[in-house]
Structures are given as structure tokens and as C-alpha cells.
């Protein structure tokens, strides 16, 4: 599996996690149960703590990173990700927040401090930068994003559908013999 050290730490992956085995998951990183994480994608925790919940999925080449603590920020930027959470392809998360049955579409990149509540899908290509709150139950687009609408409860329970989705193709990886 391609997990690393980083000093006295090491990734702490629950029970019933994927990790592909093109992935790296270095350092301080915990992954709750059924999470997921896909090709060539890297969770860095370095210099600071990765925590990722239950049933979210880190997809293809996505990439998640830390900023350190500092004498200015002692806490400095953990990367923390709730739970039915889905990351799509290509997405960069850097020392962000990001609340339960979210999607953060293809491309994205949300910067340092930044927090999304509960039930936000952020379009694909968009950019979060450092420090902006995006509040729940919105559709957000756009470099910078800025909320266009409200979302649908159709487009709110598809989070969980997602996440539950990629739970069950995780399942199908597992299943397979070596």
C-alpha cells in the first residue's frame, strides 16, 4: 500500500478504506471508514494533519496539502474534510475545511483557511481563495467563486448518493482478489 512516514508520523486508515496503489498518503493523515483514494492521488501531511471522515472518496489526481504551524498561526492549516464528502478529479485542497456531503467539482482549488459548510457543490475549475466561507446550500462557480444559486433538494441528496456511490465501487476493489 503507498503509505509513508514522516518523522513520527504515520497515515491511519480505518477499516474498509481503498487506498489505490498508485495513490501516496504521507504523514499525519487519518481516513475515516469506507473513504477512498484514487489514482495517482496524494495526501500529504507533512507539516500539519490530514483528517478525511467516513464514506468521503478522494478521486483521480487530486492532491491535498497542509500549511505548517508557525509563531503567527500556531494551528497553522490542517486539511479536514467531513464525511459524504466527494473530491473530484484534479482537485488541489490546501489547509482548507470542508463540511459533511459536499462535492467539489473537477479542477477546483480551495486555499488556505478557507471554510464550505454542509451540502455546497463548488463547480468544477473553481478557486476558493484564502480565508472565504462559503455557506451551505449553494451552488458556487467561478475564479474567485461566488454563490449563482441556491441548490435544489435533488441536488442536495445527490452528495449523499455520490458518496455512497463511490463507497460501492470501493467495495468492488476490495472484493477482488490480488
Known amino acids: 500500500m503507498p503509505l509513508a512516514s514522516y518523522l513520527d508520523t504515520f497515515p491511519d486508515l480505518a477499516e474498509d478504506c481503498y487506498v489505490h496503489p498508485s495513490a ?5 493523515v ?24 467516513h464514506s468521503s472518496n478522494f478521486q483521480d489526481l487530486a492532491m491535498g496539502h497542509v500549511s505548517h504551524k508557525n509563531a503567527g498561526k500556531p494551528l497553522g492549516s490542517p486539511l479536514v474534510i467531513g464525511n459524504y464528502v466527494t ?3 484534479s482537485v488541489i485542497l490546501h489547509g482548507c475545511n470542508i463540511g459533511d456531503e459536499c462535492l467539489i467539482g473537477m479542477g477546483s482549488i480551495v486555499m488556505d483557511d478557507v ?21 451551505s446550500g449553494y451552488l458556487y462557480v467561478g475564479r474567485p467563486a461566488v454563490a449563482v444559486r441556491a441548490l435544489t433538494a435533488e441536488e442536495i441528496s445527490y452528495f449523499r448518493y ?4 463511490y463507497v460501492r465501487i470501493k467495495n468492488n476493489y476490495l ?3 490480488a
Not at 31 to 44: E, K, P, Q, T, Y
Open 87 to 89: 473530491i473530484a478529479h
Open 115 to 135: 471554510i464550505i459548510h454542509r451540502h455546497v457543490m463548488l463547480g468544477a475549475g473553481s478557486l476558493v481563495p484564502p480565508g472565504k466561507v462559503l455557506e
Open 30 to 53: 487519518q481516513l475515516g471508514r469506507d473513504s477512498s483514494v484514487w489514482c495517482h492521488a496524494v495526501l500529504r501531511g507533512d507539516v500539519n494533519s490530514i483528517r478525511i471522515g
Open 24 to 28: 501516496q498518503i504521507i504523514g499525519d
Open 175 to 177: 472484493a477482488e482478489p
Open 162 to 165: 455520490s458518496a455512497e456511490h
